[in-house]
């Protein structure tokens, strides 16, 4: 399982400074979040990251190749990406929908074989959305959609995922269980980088936590060592008391 590592990395957000640059790997086993306020760069790094937008300066790498020496279908068998709204352009149903994680397996005009439906099969019901398999995903509430996005990675089997707000339009118990999924991703030695816009979730979830602050200012390690209320509370303008509970740190904004 290759790590993926950002060499130097300088993302391109159009009018600002380079910042600092990223340097940082996502081993197997590890759960990273990226923590910024909006327009801090987080949805731009995560695309950068996946390949899908060039970096100002520096490299990603996947193992031993930058992505610029990979081709996509070697790069999308082993990095997945749920995005944070998606169009989805054309209708498909659900399963059809989760059956285009298997596109990177399959060679070009091959069709998909009882087996990948059986893989997606599985990957919406464990996103407890097998029961909309035939429903056209445009029907779908936010939340549904959010989980069949989710259900498309998994049906990828990347070694490596990306999530971009993944418990966006989610209610508490299906964050929870994306998040346990995650976690159960990353025991079985994949690796997940995701932007989280609920600090609470990060710091009870990822073993790792990337601050991403608006001026392009970064600092990334275990996430023991970035919780630091004073940290936090200058990257979202926030005061912020902290309390722990059940053995994490849980941060409530002040209330004037
Ligand atoms: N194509 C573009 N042209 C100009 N500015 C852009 C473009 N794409 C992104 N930006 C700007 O880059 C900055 C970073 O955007 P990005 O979406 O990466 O932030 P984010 O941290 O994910 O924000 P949010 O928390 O709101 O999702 C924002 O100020 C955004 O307006």
Redesign the pocket.
Same mark, same amino acid.
């Not at 996946?50 to 081709?71: I, T, Y």
């Given at each position: 399982m290759n790590p993926l590592q950002a060499q130097e990395l300088v993302i391109d957000?159009? /009018?600002?400074d380079d910042g600092e640059a990223l340097n940082f790997s996502v081993q197997p086993g590890q759960i990273w979040g990226v923590l /910024?306020?909006? /327009?801090? /760069?987080? #949805? #731009? +790094?995560l695309h950068t990251l996946a390949g899908l937008l060039e970096p100002r300066q520096g490299a990603v790498f996947l193992g031993e190749n930058s992505l610029n020496e990979l081709k996509r279908r070697q790069i999308s068998r082993q990095l997945g990406l749920v995005f944070?709204d998606r169009q989805d352009g054309f209708p498909a149903t659900v399963l059809e929908t989760a059956l285009i994680g298997r596109h990177p397996w399959l060679s070009p005009w091959q069709m998909e074989t009882g087996a990948d439906e059986r893989i997606a099969r599985r990957a919406l019901e464990q996103l407890d959305v097998a029961h909309l398999s035939d429903r056209l995903v445009n029907t779908l509430s936010g939340g549904e959609r959010q989980r069949v996005a989710i259900a498309t990675v998994l049906t990828q089997a990347p070694d490596t995922w990306l999530l971009?707000?993944p418990t966006n339009h989610l209610d508490l118990h299906h964050q929870v269980s994306v998040l346990q999924l995650l976690t159960e991703q990353a025991r079985a030695g994949r690796s997940v980088f995701m932007?989280l816009?609920d600090l609470n979730l990060a710091a009870r979830w990822c073993d790792h936590l990337l601050l +991403?602050f608006p001026n392009g200012e970064a600092c990334w390690g275990p996430a023991k060592r970035m919780l630091v209320p004073a940290a936090l509370e200058r990257l979202y303008d926030q005061e912020l008391l902290t309390v722990e509970v059940d053995g994490a740190p849980l941060f409530v904004p002040v209330k004037h």
């Amino acid at each position: 399982m290759n790590p993926l590592q950002a060499q130097e990395l300088v993302i391109d957000i159009p /009018g600002r400074d380079d910042g600092e640059a990223l340097n940082f790997s996502v081993q197997p086993g590890q759960i990273w979040g990226v923590l /910024g306020p909006n /327009g801090a /760069g987080k #949805t #731009t +790094l995560l695309h950068t990251l996946a390949g899908l937008l060039e970096p100002r300066q520096g490299a990603v790498f996947l193992g031993e190749n930058s992505l610029n020496e990979l081709k996509r279908r070697q790069i999308s068998r082993q990095l997945g990406l749920v995005f944070q709204d998606r169009q989805d352009g054309f209708p498909a149903t659900v399963l059809e929908t989760a059956l285009i994680g298997r596109h990177p397996w399959l060679s070009p005009w091959q069709m998909e074989t009882g087996a990948d439906e059986r893989i997606a099969r599985r990957a919406l019901e464990q996103l407890d959305v097998a029961h909309l398999s035939d429903r056209l995903v445009n029907t779908l509430s936010g939340g549904e959609r959010q989980r069949v996005a989710i259900a498309t990675v998994l049906t990828q089997a990347p070694d490596t995922w990306l999530l971009d707000e993944p418990t966006n339009h989610l209610d508490l118990h299906h964050q929870v269980s994306v998040l346990q999924l995650l976690t159960e991703q990353a025991r079985a030695g994949r690796s997940v980088f995701m932007c989280l816009h609920d600090l609470n979730l990060a710091a009870r979830w990822c073993d790792h936590l990337l601050l +991403l602050f608006p001026n392009g200012e970064a600092c990334w390690g275990p996430a023991k060592r970035m919780l630091v209320p004073a940290a936090l509370e200058r990257l979202y303008d926030q005061e912020l008391l902290t309390v722990e509970v059940d053995g994490a740190p849980l941060f409530v904004p002040v209330k004037h």
